[in-house]
């Protein structure tokens, strides 16, 4: 391993320039005789000392024909006309002649005699190394990369043109100065280790990364560095071989690379993140998440309350009515404290960046924020200040549309990120509000169809508190799917027939939406006007087969239920439907046995009745499928279990309802439920 060397070490070692060229000394006195001759003359010429001492040089080194051109450049030199230099044929001990470069001067001893020292070398070895310097310092001046050499102490020492356009600073404000003070600017003290590491093993550094910025550029700009210890002929440590180049362009490519593959990632990951389920609140609050913090740093979601149902149309000055539906930051900060809580509906000025961004149809951006910005932005004095006070620098609103209309603004934050909102982000995040704002408008009319649909069926559903029939004690119940998209078409109805006998009717419609309501109401309302013509059970139920046919693809189930308090007697009937839970006091509770007929709909096959009797204190559990079918049990597990629960102590009918309903319906139920408990009384 080689060493760095100290001056007494540099005095006595070998290997140096002059050894490469292998310069030989002579001297001569006036007369052209040979005084002195040194070892490296011994190595070229051939000659030993005791042959050369003394005699005429140009007898022992010239050939005849050429000593007279000898003889008048000695004469010239010594007169004092200047050195002499040039390449010169010289014969050698061995007899073969080779060219020789030559610089002669003359030199004066104190006693004024005058002497010739001629200093020589192979002119093939002096070409040689004049072309390799040459090469070299053409390629240093002419290289499009940045080249450098510093000193043992890391101060640089040669400094080539790329490096000072790439480094922004001339050579001779390099030389003298190590990397630290040639740019302050830039974190190179990992570097600098890196170079004395090099130095110290002699192992090269290869493309060292390093980002930055220059004082000339305001640019962010990469370089790749490499680092290679340089030695002399002896090996000795003389310094340090720097190269770099400025990788700036396929380092922003790749950034651009990286981005675009981040942009497609975060798209993908908001088709599957956004639009979840139909619920307005969750698709906002999900729409939200997915931008922080990879777009923002805080995000909300407001939509028109125009664009949503019941609400009031936009105002005529360029304001408009807005409903906070969601918000999310990236960590606790005051800003959040300065939106509008959720659910509330807040009139916003024209002058609101996120007015403008939601009347306008088109993205705001504000790269850097101001503090007359921030007035632009918050509802308030105070909401800026909370703004300022988290170091919000950089806005963006983006307008929620689908299918050519504005539901909403998608308003962007940053504070802790430092880069500013830029295109690329306005594109993104118009993607991303463009996305979610289809997911938004399905749920939004989504929510107009659920709410018609419930209207529809509650309208069409008996009123909750209706007075109890003769004989009878009545609750019911009717609870719409919570998973599903729409809500069923489920119905119960307690019809009075004459002889103050009661029907008791559950069915429900297959399908959903607001057509299976409409088809419920009209199923509903046909019972109740052939109740009138009869009351049979079994009747019922084939007149109402045929009028199901008669709607065309309808489908319903469907369990009737004809009870005489004067006699107790009950008789049902069953299309295709669950059968009722009988509970009696003292017994265990179990479905009453019934001869299931077939759907209505189908047609062409009978609807057997069964009778019993019903006992003070029975009582006759109705319900649609919703109560008791999930996809994960056995439906005689499920109505194992709804029988355990009314095997439970003596409760009130409308206890029992509750009870029946929280533990047997299930948060992603995909079906509604109708329930209708009938208790015997005196």
């Known amino acids: 391993m080689a060493r760095r060397l100290g001056p007494a070490d540099a005095a006595m070692a070998a290997g140096g320039l002059l050894d490469v060229l292998g310069v030989a000394a002579v001297v001569l006195d006036d007369h052209g005789r040979i005084t002195l001759w040194s070892p490296p003359a011994e190595d070229l010429f051939g000659y030993t000392c005791e042959e050369a001492l003394g005699r005429e040089a140009s007898r022992l080194l010239v050939e005849e024909g050429r000593r007279a051109q000898v003889h008048q450049a000695f004469e010239q030199v010594m007169a004092g006309g200047g050195t002499w230099a040039g390449a010169f044929p010289v014969q050698h001990k061995d007899g073969r002649t080779m060219l020789v470069e030559f610089r002669n001067t003359r030199l004066q001893a104190a006693s004024g005699t005058l002497y010739a020292l001629g200093l020589a070398s192979p002119r093939e070895t002096v070409r040689r190394l004049e072309r390799d310097l040459a090469l070299a310092a053409r390629i240093v001046d002419q290289a499009p990369i940045g080249l450098a050499v510093l000193d043992e102490d890391l101060r640089y020492v040669m400094v080539n043109p790329a490096l000072e356009k790439i480094n922004g600073l001339p050579a001779a404000e390099h030389r003298g100065r190590t990397p630290h003070e040639v740019l302050p600017h830039l974190d190179v003290g990992a570097i600098e280790d890196r170079m004395r590491q090099v130095l110290a093993t002699g192992r090269p550094v290869l493309d060292e990364f390093a980002v930055g910025r220059v004082p000339h550029d ?81 995000a909300a979601v407001d939509l028109l309350d125009a664009a949503l149902p019941g609400a009031t149309t936009r105002a005529d000055d360029g304001s408009a009515q807005f409903r906070a539906m969601a918000i999310k930051a990236a960590d606790s900060t005051p800003a959040t404290d300065a939106a509008d809580p959720i659910g509330e509906v807040t009139r916003y000025h024209p002058h609101r960046l996120v007015t403008q961004a939601a009347v306008g149809g088109r993205p705001v951006l504000v790269p850097r924020v101001t503090a007359a910005d921030l007035t632009r932005i918050a509802r308030d004095e105070n909401a800026a200040r909370l703004l300022a006070e988290a170091g919000v620098h950089s806005y963006l609103a983006v307008p929620l549309i689908a299918r050519g209309r504005v539901l909403g603004a998608l308003d962007l934050k940053r504070t802790r990120t430092p880069a500013p909102f830029d295109q690329d982000d306005v594109l993104l995040a118009s993607e991303l509000a463009a996305r979610a704002a289809v997911a938004i408008d399905n749920a939004r009319w989504y929510q107009h169809q659920r709410q018609a649909t419930l209207a ?227």
């Open 218 to 298: 305001d640019r962010t700009h990469a370089w790749s560095s490499s680092f290679y210890r340089l030695e002399d002929q002896a090996h000795r440590v003389i310094g340090l071989a720097v190269s770099v180049i400025d990788i700036t362009e396929p380092y922003e490519q790749s950034v651009a690379a990286a981005r675009a593959r981040r942009r497609l990632s975060l798209i993908a990951d908001a088709s599957i993140r956004v639009g979840t389920t139909l619920d307005l609140p969750t698709t906002a609050r999900e729409l939200a998440e997915v931008t922080v913090p990879e777009v923002a740093d805080i």
């Open 456 to 682: 529809l069926q509650r309208h069409l559903l008996p009123p909750r508190h209706a007075p109890d029939p003769p004989g009878l004690s009545i609750a019911h119940r009717y609870q719409p799917a919570s998973a599903t998209d729409e809500t069923g078409g489920d119905w119960f109805d307690v019809i009075p027939v004459d002889g103050g006998r009661t029907l008791l009717v559950v069915g429900d419609v297959m399908g959903s939406g607001i057509t299976a309501a409409a088809t419920m109401g009209q199923l509903r309302t046909t019972i109740r006007a052939l109740a009138r013509l009869t009351s049979d059970p079994a009747d019922l139920l084939t007149h109402l087969d045929a009028v199901t046919r008669d709607l065309g693809d309808a489908m319903a189930t469907s369990v009737i239920a004809l009870y005489d308090p004067a006699t107790g007697r009950c008789r049902l009937a069953c299309a295709g439907h669950p059968p009722p839970v009988l509970a009696r006091p003292g017994h265990a509770p179990h479905p009453v046995r019934l001869d299931p007929g077939p759907p209505l709909g189908v047609g062409g096959l009978p609807f057997p009745a069964r009778d019993l009797t019903l006992r003070t204190g029975d009582d006759l559990v109705l319900y649609t499928d919703g109560l008791v079918e999930v996809r994960d049990q056995d439906i005689d597990q499920r109505l194992q279990t709804l029988t355990d629960l009314l095997a439970g102590p003596r409760r009130p009918l409308e206890d029992t309802c509750d009870l029946l309903l929280s533990a047997l319906r299930r948060p992603d139920n995909q079906d509604d439920v109708a329930l209708l408990i009938a208790r015997a009384v005196p």
